[in-house]
C-alpha cells in the first residue's frame, strides 16, 4: 500500500533549501521572508538573528498564527526574550530553529492544516 500526503495545490510548501536560499513551490528566494499556507511576504526586514527588532517581532503577531517558526540560518540563535512580547500577548507560540530544521517543521505543520508561518532570516 503506498501513503501520500494530501494537501491543497495552493499551500506554500518548501521544495528545496541550502545555505543562502529557500525554494517554494518551486520558486527560489535569496532573501529573509516570512511563508504561510497562503502567502509569501518577501518585505520582512531582517539581515541577522542578532539584529532582530521589536517592530520584526510586532509584524509577526498581526498574522493570525497558532505558532511561529523562526529559522536563524545555519546555526541556532535565541531571540532576546524582550522581543517576543508581542507575539506572546496574541498567545502565538513561537519555535526557533536553524532553517533547515524550520523549513522541515513549518512543511509538516502547514501540510496538517494548521496556523503556521515561516519567518527566515537568509544571508
Known amino acids: 500500500m503506498k501513503l501520500h500526503l494530501q ?9 528545496a533549501y541550502d545555505k543562502d536560499y529557500v525554494a517554494i513551490n518551486g520558486v527560489r528566494y535569496e532573501r529573509s521572508l516570512i511563508v504561510l499556507p ?3 511576504i518577501t518585505e520582512w526586514q531582517a ?3 542578532d539584529a532582530l527588532t521589536v517592530e520584526n517581532f510586532s509584524a509577526l503577531a498581526e498574522l493570525e498564527l497558532e505558532i511561529l517558526l523562526l529559522g536563524t540560518g545555519p546555526r541556532l540563535h535565541f531571540p532576546s526574550p524582550r522581543l517576543m512580547h508581542a507575539l506572546a500577548q496574541q498567545g502565538i507560540g ?3 530553529m536553524d532553517t533547515f530544521a524550520a523549513c522541515r517543521t513549518y512543511n509538516i505543520l502547514a501540510a496538517e492544516g494548521r496556523k503556521v508561518a515561516a519567518a527566515l532570516i537568509l544571508a
Do not use: H, K, M, R
Not at 7 to 15: E, G, I, K, R, V
Open 7 to 15: 494537501t491543497a495545490s495552493d499551500t506554500n510548501l518548501f521544495t
Open 38 to 40: 497562503g502567502q509569501v
Open 47 to 49: 539581515a541577522a538573528p
Open 94 to 96: 513561537l519555535e526557533t
